[in-house]
């Protein structure tokens, strides 16, 4: 089984929709993270979490809010969704201490909005 | 600020060939360097990294080397397949109280038979 893994893996939806992705781990680590990927730019950071009481903001925050559940459990909302949030996300994950830096990334989630 | 430039894409090469895929890098202090590798309808998955200056990540084949002086992370490998066809992100991270990855834009690989 995946230690990191995302649902849906594509959702096709309407401008003004409320969108929720959802990313679940089984590898421990109190470290979790959301990116989107868009041609040609590589991936970018929306939120990252590193307990389940401290939420971050990344690069890209606007338009999105995370929750995160439990240790294991991080979600990702679109409260209002619009085209240009059409992209490629992706969950992630990283421990601590020796090794931090290496994040482990799931499937990711294919996300249209017409 | 921080970060990665990789060779525009794509390349195109015949099985058996040499690969070569570059990575420079601006980082203010030391990070450790990635090669993440993104099959076709897949996520990313680590392909190889090093923590400090002239250390070498090897995995599957592949190699890259810490380069201070020139501040490069390139990729290689001597002999790439069909399979090898896919997207390769280079990135950096420092880990700790930040541990955020820096990407560059990625590299499209198309390794015809």
């Known amino acids: 089984d995946a230690d990191v893994t995302q649902t849906p893996r594509n959702r096709i939806t309407k401008t003004g929709k409320r969108i929720m992705l959802e990313c679940s781990q089984t590898?421990?680590?109190?470290?979790m993270y959301w990116y989107r990927q868009d041609p040609g730019l590589g991936l970018q950071l929306i939120y990252y979490s590193f307990d389940v009481k401290d939420i971050n903001k990344g690069e890209i925050s606007d338009g999105y809010s995370v929750s995160r559940q439990a240790q294991a459990k991080f979600s990702l909302s679109l409260e209002s969704a619009i085209p240009n949030q059409t992209a490629l996300y992706f969950c992630?994950?990283?421990?601590?201490?020796?090794?931090?830096?290496?994040?482990?990334f799931g499937p990711g989630t294919r996300l249209t909005v017409l | 600020g921080d970060s990665v430039t990789q060779m525009e894409g794509p390349v195109t090469l015949s099985e058996e060939a040499f690969l070569t895929i570059n990575c420079t890098y601006t980082?203010?202090?030391?990070?450790?360097l990635f090669w993440y590798v993104q099959y076709p309808g897949e996520g990313l998955q680590l392909l190889l990294k090093a923590t400090k200056a002239d250390d070498k990540g090897s995995n599957k084949g592949f190699e890259a080397t810490y380069r201070k002086e020139t501040t490069s992370f390139h990729l290689e490998k001597g002999s790439v397949q069909v399979s090898d066809s896919a997207v390769y992100f280079c990135a950096l991270n420092y880990g700790g109280a930040t541990n955020k990855l820096i990407f560059g834009t990625g590299t499209l690989l198309a390794v015809q038979p």
């Open positions: 590898k421990g680590h109190d470290r």
């Open positions: 992630a994950t990283s421990g601590t201490g020796t090794g931090s830096d290496t994040q482990y």
């Open positions: 980082a203010t202090g030391y990070p450790s």
